[in-house]
């Protein structure tokens, strides 16, 4: 049973930073491209970044670029999402997933998903 958890979320000031942390259990982490998403009321959900199954290669969307960092630890089966310089439109619920399909921003290519993590950042 594929099974993800996130954590580290919260209510922080503009300029502040968060780490996001998604746990996921089985041995099929390895295999699986992992990725962060996030939905703000009112809004699609989007991908904010993406790692491939070794961490070798890395997508960001380009608002988050040289602001987050994602990275995973294999050993841990655990995926990080570091957010720095946080921003007011940062806001959302942000989504752990794991996938294999072609795109790697598309909520299509992502076939599991965890419950989300609330970060709300006040100005």
């Known amino acids: 049973q594929v099974q993800l958890v996130e954590s580290g979320g919260g209510l922080v000031q503009a300029g502040y930073s968060l780490r996001l942390s998604c746990a996921a259990s089985?041995?099929?982490?390895?295999?699986?491209?992992m990725a962060w998403f996030r939905q703000a009321p009112g809004k699609e959900r989007e991908c904010v970044a993406a790692?491939?199954?070794?961490?070798?290669?890395?997508y960001y969307t380009d608002s988050v670029k040289g602001r987050f960092t994602i990275s995973r630890d294999n050993a841990r089966n655990t995926v990080y999402l570091q957010m720095s310089s946080l921003k007011p439109e940062d806001t959302a619920v942000y989504y752990c997933?794991?996938?294999?399909?072609?795109?790697?921003?598309?909520?299509?290519?992502?076939?599991?998903w965890g419950q989300g993590t609330q970060v709300t950042v006040s100005s």
């Open positions: 790692i491939s199954s070794s961490g070798s290669s890395t």
């Open positions: 997933a794991a996938g294999q399909g072609a795109s790697w921003s598309a909520k299509r290519a992502y076939d599991y």
């Open positions: 089985g041995r099929w982490f390895s295999s699986k491209r």
